[in-house]
């Protein structure tokens, strides 16, 4: 059995998306075997997550204002950017999805995180994602501070995964009234995989062959 503080730590770290127990535990002794200030730069780090990071008020992306760049309000420098082609939405599941996307360069319009997907035998995690919050914005972008956006379109840009799927399907019949265009990335993702993994070549041809 660890100790008491040894074994809190493993319980948090447990917490964290696919850590279980063992890999927690490796966590706990390798930060013991860390010099203290190695330690406190940790903590720190951890601390100033709270202190200066934001989260977009349009499309729940996390970002960290800069003085220096312009960078003021609620807004994300993607949702800040009025180059961006405000008539496309792209629907993602998780914030590492945004970045794999715009690596590719090729999508020039706004985003918005679900924060998670619908599993089929699961229902009620249809009520942890932000539906709400989405047909909110699409309905009035300029409540939340997107002043000239008129979405056109609407991408669902998911996992070809069970879940992916599922919220895919979900998402059509909950978006259908509001008369838009939605389209899903094209061929080019195999089934069962996961957008955060996925090279950029092979994204790039999902989003042009999207229908």
Known sequence: MYSP????LIDLFSKFPTVGPRTASRFVFY???????????????????KKTIKICSFCFNPFEPSASLGQKGELCPICQDVTRNRSLICLIEKESDLISIEKTKKYKGLYFILGGLVSVLKKEKIKKLRIKELEERIKAPQKFGILDASFKEIILALNQTTEGQATTLYLKRSLAPFGKKIS????????GAELEYADEET????????K
């Not at 930060?31 to 330690?39: A, G, T």
């Not at 994204?203 to 999207?210: C, D, I, M, P, T």
């Open 184 to 191: 899903q990335l094209g061929r080019g993702l195999p089934v």
């Open 31 to 49: 930060l013991m075997r860390l010099p203290k200030e190695e330690i406190k730069d940790f903590l720190n780090s951890i601390l100033n997550l």
């Open 5 to 8: 503080t040894i074994q809190k």
């Open 203 to 210: 994204l790039v041809s999902a989003l042009e062959g999207r």
